[in-house]
Structure formats: structure tokens, C-alpha cells
């Protein structure tokens, strides 16, 4: 299995807005709506702590501890390194036999 390269951490909206301006410099936005991308979270606590990665101002890169209460936290995604992801067909599917034909039923008789 491959390691986890990160996690997208999505907030209630009701915790962005009352975090307001103070959040809006950690969040990205994707197609399930906003999220703070993080290279490591602690959910052992009352704060969740969020470990971003991030840019200083002379572009020297810095990781910064973002910890915010439990209750605002709505879901925590672990982002995953491998190209592809998702759900596959497991409809069993017929051979084909060696000759590379499919197999014809067998006749009733």
C-alpha cells in the first residue's frame, strides 16, 4: 500500500464562517467544496491539529500547526499518492477460451 502523501481536511460551514478571514489564507477549493490541505492531522485531543506546509514571505518553506476545536471538523480525507482511485465494475465477466473466442453455453439436451 502506498503511504498517505497528505490529507484534505473539509470544515463545517458554519465553522468557516465564524472563523472568517483568520482560516481563508489555509483554504483551497475543490469539487467537494473548501478544505485546508494538511501533510498531517491529531485527532487525539479537543483541537484537532492540522500540520501544513506553506510559503514565508522571502518563499522559504515553513510548516505551520493549525489546531482547531473537534466540533468544526466535518471530514477528514487521506489523500493518496496512486493515480487511480475510485470504484471498478466487479461484474463477473466471461473468459474467453484459448482459441479466443468466447465460450458458447452449454446445448440443453
Do not use: H, W
Amino acid at each position: 500500500m502506498n503511504e498517505s502523501s497528505g490529507y484534505a481536511v473539509f470544515l463545517f460551514p458554519q465553522a468557516l464562517e465564524v472563523l472568517g478571514a483568520a482560516i481563508k489564507p489555509y483554504l483551497q477549493d475543490g469539487p467537494a467544496g473548501p478544505f485546508v490541505p494538511c501533510r498531517e492531522v491529531d485527532t487525539g485531543g479537543a483541537f484537532v491539529e492540522l500540520m501544513l506546509e506553506a510559503r514565508a514571505p522571502d518563499g522559504g518553506a515553513i510548516v505551520l500547526e493549525l489546531m482547531v476545536p473537534g466540533s468544526m471538523v466535518r471530514m477528514i480525507v487521506s489523500a493518496r499518492s496512486e493515480v487511480a482511485f475510485g470504484f471498478r465494475d466487479r461484474t463477473p465477466r466471461t473468459e474467453p477460451e484459448a482459441g479466443g473466442a468466447a465460450a458458447a453455453p452449454p446445448a440443453s439436451a
